[in-house]
């Protein structure tokens, strides 16, 4: 088969053209009606294909000569890494190599190459992929072409084009010589040999048998399946005719036209004519069932060429593309599903391969993207590699090229793909695995100090990602990147902040008031309340009660009496705790249950222990303003030595905090850890809440005239220093949380889909039928608050959520396990599912589905703003809220499928309906695993509130809170006898409910009171 690109093979495949020629090839890339416009004299010498051919050449001669430098290889473009994998140069050796075949087996390719020193043109090779060695099984004479392995015959034979029986043709290569010596310009024409013949041989090229010799040019042959059959290109019907002048002219300076489709036996008997169409008709090649051929065929004035398909017999002709440009090179996926081919479409001298379907319904899908030459694509038997002829080599002369190929993906690619017509190709996505692994190793990186809301490190991702938006041509909504909001920034001390003991005997002073030291003896927690008390000092091991159903029998408070009194615990979890009883205590270890478990046994105060040795700077910066109910500190473990100090253990040995954590190596239900200090104490808190300013950051890629917009989202922030919601304890709780997973995937997964979007509406307008806005949020560790205020506000007036017609979520997508993901909020449209089935066929996840909008993530927020959504979630882990959550951890290749699976999910709904939003009934959703709640009331918390209590934004229709009367804007402030000061309360209240058992509820609504009883439903 020809490569129209390729350079000399042939005398007349040359480099080296004369001046006339170059002056028409730059005349047709300014006006194709150029050659139109010729007189015909002029026009015939100079045929149309050959001039796109000798563009092609002189192109790629530039290349080699002015861009490349030396012994650099082109990188393969980044956006090809959907189909291909591993990508690498095959064949080096030889001036330049291309159209490789697979024998049926796979382990060998027969290819043509520039290699033998005594002859410039292509010979014939064969190379075993098992050993690498490479073997001349054509003559070494002459120039041959297009080989192909006979599958029927277990490759033991081979079929190639030769004109080594003519007796010029050591003559011809001597003059290829000095021509190429010499460098001499020289007319170009491309003589398509009428000495060219087909030839079979065995394997090892002996035992040729030519098997054609009609006067013309025979080539560009392949075998059927079952190797009974050979169809080829052929030249011949010139030769057989009486030709008008019109058509010798034709003849003598572009053979090519006269090139049609035979077929005939193996053994060269029964040739059949396929073809009668004017303009030339090449590469034909059998489908995987041996039942139809395809080829290419060009226009009668070599325009352009499109893949055609047909019967055996040459009937049932069908047209598989309307391409507007040269494609050629066509060959079937053994699967018969698609077909992929070479084409100049993006540019004139540059061509790319592409996917059509099998049926030419679709707009052809673009594979490669590396600039110059990609083409002469052949899969493997077992549709698992590609092989192709590339020029994206040190030297730009093509070479072989092999990859691995996905097939997975290009099903997927061609049922996204418009009907043949619209004029539309889509990129294939840019999501590459290394690609997001670069993006989360940067935002999850001690530069950036776990991103927490309002920070150094926050200023510098919102900067990172605006940079990014912008190179890939992300535009602002209206004119801004930047959507501000309010937040807690800090919990600053402020009035009397004081800690006093007196040393008791009985009910007898015997020392007198010794204060601690602010700063560098306690500290007040962000989270307590203000005011102040007096009490008894009161040890309570860890502050912890273990649940019923781990039957430890463990509890903290048992058998002490902490009612008025100031409570001393250790932090964190006893170390008796097996793995699985560590996970479940987790909840209950955190400082906020713990000072919620002590306000519920009565207790005035709680202080926790502090082994760390550095000072106190402030308040830890939790950046909340919702209180405990309950005075809450911080005490270095050298203050409460020395309250302990006198006091021995059994053994004789001084009780100190460090004897007192030992003592919890073991668990012995009947020995008791708790006892007071004989000591009083009064504390006093004052705290003030400071408040800031942060960023949501959203890009735009507009649509034509498109009047709704798909939200695609992602939260930003994480942790900081653990200032808020961490889960570790002790020295860990201070040091940076990374969140590679919570959130910088997600930031990252959005960010490359983002690029791949623009990208693809920048080379194909229109494509797009919605505009996209790309939104990273801010605020959601603090409470959804950046998601909440842009929502609420239409971002700031300059997008009504009206006009958003969806909303993807992206949180916590790096940890795909065991294949298992996780899509919650299809409730919010009857559209999810169907879709969600459609496109998963092939991303092949195994998928949780939760109909639940009301997810702790910003999905709730533009739910409640009436939109759409879908969030999509790989699950918690041993490293959420812990400074473990690190880039190192994360599943790259996992969420290289989600983002494609995502990208998949918006392009579906890209040429369909908005989805409809829906408001979902209480009988809908069940989602709560995640919460690990046994029972459901069905209120919707404001996260963005700051009151005191719990401020409800709506409740859901048909579930226990509607039907106890709440409803939206009531501020529960009570609950099964419980103080409810804010969510933390609430969340720990819900834990301890039972399904079907009746409690009282305490709402404020419009400032009064009001008393309800509330029925929990299990899940």
């Known amino acids: 088969m020809i490569n129209p690109a390729e350079t000399a093979n042939a005398s007349t495949r040359t480099f080296f053209q004369i001046e006339q020629q170059i002056t028409i090839q730059q005349a047709m890339q300014n006006d194709r009606s150029f050659m139109k416009n010729q007189p015909v004299s002029y026009r015939i010498p100079v045929p ?46 030889g001036k330049r190599s291309g159209e490789g075949y697979w024998s049926s087996d796979g382990n060998k390719i027969i290819f043509q190459a520039e290699r033998e020193t005594d002859n410039p043109f292509y010979q014939i090779y064969t190379l075993d992929l098992t050993t690498g060695d490479v073997a001349l099984v054509s003559t070494g004479t002459g120039k041959t072409t297009c080989a192909y392995f006979n599958w029927g015959k277990n490759n033991e034979e081979i079929l190639f084009s030769s004109t080594h029986l003519d007796p010029t043709s050591l003559n011809k290569q001597q003059v290829e010589f000095e021509l190429r010596e010499t460098a001499t310009t020289r007319r170009y024409s491309w003589d398509y040999d009428p000495m060219m013949h087909l030839f079979t041989a065995n394997a090892d090229g002996s035992n040729r048998v030519q098997i054609t010799d009609a006067m013309g040019y025979d080539a560009e042959a392949s075998y059927s399946p079952d190797g009974e059959f050979i169809a080829f290109s052929s030249t011949r019907s010139a030769y057989e005719q009486d030709l008008t002048p019109r058509e010798q002219q034709w003849l003598e300076n572009d053979p090519s036209y006269f090139g049609e489709i035979y077929i005939m036996r193996a053994d060269g008997s029964d040739v059949t004519r396929l073809t009668t169409t004017p303009g030339y008709d090449g590469g034909p090649f059998f489908s995987p069932d041996g039942e139809r051929i395809i080829w290419r065929r060009f226009d009668e004035a070599g325009y352009t060429a499109d893949i055609f398909t047909m019967a055996l017999d040459g009937s049932d002709v069908q047209r598989l593309t309307e391409f507007g440009a040269m494609s050629w090179a066509p060959y079937y996926h053994p699967s018969g599903e698609y077909v992929i081919f070479g084409s100049n479409k993006m540019g004139f001298a540059n061509f790319e391969l592409f996917l059509v379907d099998v049926a030419g319904e679709k707009e052809p899908q673009r594979v490669t993207y590396t600039e110059g030459f990609d083409s002469l694509p052949v899969f493997s038997p077992d549709g698992s590699k590609l092989l192709w002829t590339s020029n994206a080599t040190s030297n730009r002369t093509s070479q072989l090229f092999l990859s691995n190929w996905n097939h997975e993906a290009a099903i997927a690619l061609l049922e996204q793909a418009p009907p043949r017509g619209e004029g539309v190709v889509l990129s294939t996505p840019e999501v590459r695995a290394e690609e997001l692994e670069q993006k989360v190793a940067f935002l999850a990186s001690e530069k950036l100090e776990g991103r927490m809301t309002g920070s150094v490190g926050m200023e510098e991702t919102k900067d990172y990602l605006i940079k990014e938006l912008i190179e890939n041509g992300l535009e602002p909504l209206e004119n801004t990147y930047r959507f501000p909001f309010d937040y807690v920034e800090g919990i600053e001390l402020t009035g009397e902040n004081q800690m006093v003991v007196t040393e008791l005997s009985g009910e007898q002073v015997v020392n007198s008031a010794v204060e601690v030291p602010l700063y560098e003896g306690y500290m007040p927690l962000p989270f307590s309340s203000n005011g102040s008390v007096q009490g008894e000092v009161v040890f309570a091991g860890y502050g912890l009660k273990a649940p019923e159903e781990l039957d430890l029998g463990y509890d903290d408070f048992a058998n002490l009496d902490v009612e008025d009194k100031i409570v001393v615990v250790l932090d964190g979890l006893p170390d008796f705790l097996t793995e699985q009883q560590e996970r479940t205590m987790l909840r209950y270890a955190t400082q906020r249950y713990k000072a919620f478990h002590a306000k519920e046994q009565g207790a005035a105060a709680i202080l926790f222990v502090d082994e760390r040795a550095r000072p106190y700077s402030g308040p830890r910066n939790e950046r909340t303003a919702q209180e405990a109910g309950i005075l809450s500190a911080e005490m270095k473990s050298g203050v409460i030595d020395g309250w302990l100090d006198g006091r021995v253990q059994e053994d004789g040995s001084a009780l100190t905090v460090e004897a007192i954590r030992g003592l919890f190596e073991s668990f012995n239900p009947h020995a008791t850890t708790s006892f007071s200090f004989g000591l009083t104490g009064e504390l006093a808190v004052s705290l003030e809440t400071r408040m800031g300013t942060d960023e949501n950051i959203v890009g735009m890629i507009y649509a034509q005239n498109a009047e709704k917009t798909i939200l695609l989202g992602a939260h930003m922030d994480h942790l900081g220093y653990g200032e808020t919601g961490s889960r570790a304890t002790g020295e860990a709780r201070n040091t940076i949380h990374y969140g590679a997973d919570d959130n910088a995937s997600g930031t990252a997964m959005i960010l490359e889909m983002a690029e791949y979007l623009a990208h693809m509406e920048r080379e194909n307008p229109g494509t797009l039928n919605y505009n996209i806005a790309v939104a990273f949020w801010s605020g959601e560790e603090l409470g959804l608050i950046g998601s909440s205020d842009f929502a609420q506000t239409d971002a700031g007036g300059l997008l009504p959520m009206e006009q958003v017609a969806a909303y993807l979520n992206f949180d916590m997508v790096g940890m795909l396990n065991n294949n298992q993901l996780i ?193 929990p439903e299990g899940r």
């Open 48 to 93: 149309v294909s050959m001039v796109l051919y000798s563009v092609v050449l002189s192109v790629m001669m530039l290349m080699a000569v002015h861009t490349m430098p030396a012994d650099a290889q082109p990188t393969r473009a980044a956006e090809e890494s959907l189909l291909l994998e591993n990508t690498r140069q095959l064949l080096f050796e």
């Open 823 to 1015: 899509l919650q909020g299809l409730g919010s449209s009857d559209a999810w599912r169907p879709l969600i089935e459609k496109k998963n066929v092939m991303a092949g996840f195994t998928l949780s589905l939760s109909d639940d909008p009301y997810v702790p993530t910003d999905a709730m927020a533009l739910y409640q703003a009436g939109v759409p959504v879908l969030s999509v979630f790989t699950g918690l882990h041993d490293h959420y809220h812990m400074p473990t959550d690190v880039a190192e951890n994360l599943n790259y290749e996992g969420m290289e499928r989600i983002a494609e699976f995502g990208l998949q999910i918006l392009m579906e709904m890209n040429g369909d309906d908005a989805p409809v939003y829906k408001a979902v009934q209480m009988n809908e959703t069940r989602q709560g695993a995640m919460r690990g709640f046994s029972v459901y009331l069905g209120t919707i918390p404001d996260y963005a509130s700051q009151v005191k209590g719990v401020k409800l934004s709506g409740v859901r229709e048909g579930g226990p809170a509607a039907k106890a009367g709440l409803r939206g804007g009531d501020i529960i402030i009570r609950m099964a006898g419980k103080e409810m000061n804010d969510l933390y309360d609430y969340t720990y209240a819900l834990g301890d409910l039972k399904p079907d058992v009746e409690v009282d509820v305490t709402i404020l609504r419009d400032g009064e009171e009001v008393h309800l009883k509330i029925t």
